[in-house]
């Protein structure tokens, strides 16, 4: 599947582009900078040694790909909404922003809609298919691809097929996925990132995560 | 030390009441009906083998404990904390209140304050020291003895020495605590509640919960 991962420059887009292109995907890493994702997809290919990862401007990334996933920080969340809303229409659009309170990550700010993916949904529309996943899941594990990542992806969203689709991309990084529900799960799910943030900096650990027990995998 | 569990003959009180009993502490299962009360009380000390648990009405409960968990549903969260606003003040009050929507309770409802936690500390005042715990546990794991709890206790709260206090008392009963920030937390932490709810309606089981991953345990 062709994936494009806006804002794939900073802190999760390049480990979610080397995972998914371990696993046989296309990426495209998408920038507001073509030179900037062109030098950040070099040095992912080179680390693979193979060419899967591509960069291209962010509406342009979003154009050439039939999965968008969102990973720049909340501060840029609207403004790059804006500049795809026409390129990802009916197409699944991952969510991953949090929108931490940008004076303290240990704390939310939560946008008026509820969610950052609640905001997404309201303002692409009803046409695209907005799929909360991977906010909880350590950037800094998800880049070392020799590192295992102990954490459950809790993925939710409107729409089940599109979930079904997250959930099977999910899988294919070897992380497992869980259902947690509609767009508005992502209260708590973008939620648990600031609580995660908190106790990596209390631990002064990088890799926080957590995983669901009791249920079927 | 003396405990006591307010809307104890409910879900979630029997096996708080059961397990901090087999620790050794001292619990008061407190009811609206002392006759209910010390119904249940009874029902546990047979399962007991010996008399550590005794009922009484909400407010004599709440009077006689140096530590009051609140366990009632959350439609009687406000009228529970005007019955024992008097007899809490200076003690540590552990609200394991979770707001559900009553029309779903896969869905939250979350009051004006933020949450439950943070309700309770408003309408008790700066000098009941409010925690948040508990609310991810199953109650259906917690009142089988026979059963281990796989599930980590997030504990969160304004009080450092409180917290320390409320996780002491976690670890009795064989579990492990973390310390997830002040009361605003418990945004989050009741809200995966909601969330442990769908998974175990979806999966059609009885324990869902979680674990915290990549930390010191």
Avoid at 66 to 89: F, R
Avoid at 177 to 203: M, Q
Wanted: hydrophobic residues 45%; aromatic residues 4%.
């Amino acid at each position: 599947m062709k994936i494009a991962i806006l804002g794939g420059t900073g802190e999760q887009g390049p480990g979610l582009a080397l995972r998914w292109a371990m696993a046989g995907e296309e990426v495209i890493i998408g920038s507001r900078s073509q030179e900037r994702a062109e030098k950040v997809a070099a040095e992912l290919n080179a680390e693979l040694g193979q060419a899967r990862i591509r960069g291209l401007e962010n509406p342009k990334a979003a154009e050439a790909a039939e999965i968008i996933a969102l990973t720049v920080p909340y501060s840029a969340h609207l403004s790059t909404l804006e500049s795809v809303k026409a390129q990802v229409q009916g197409k699944i659009f991952v969510d991953v922003s949090v929108p931490l309170d940008p004076d303290n990550p240990r704390r939310m700010k939560m946008p008026p809609a509820g969610s950052a993916t609640e905001e997404a949904q309201a303002f692409l529309g009803p046409e695209t298919k907005v799929v909360a996943a991977f906010q909880n899941v350590s950037s800094h594990l998800l880049r070392d691809p020799q590192h295992a990542v102990d954490c459950d992806v809790l993925v939710c969203g409107n729409d089940a097929e599109a979930k079904k689709t997250v959930m099977s991309l999910v899988a294919k990084m070897g992380l497992h996925a869980y259902d947690v529900g509609p767009a508005e799960s992502a209260r708590v799910v973008e939620g648990l990132t600031s609580i995660l943030i908190r106790l990596n900096i209390r631990y002064k650990v990088k890799g926080a995560g957590i995983r669901l027990t009791g249920l079927p995998r």
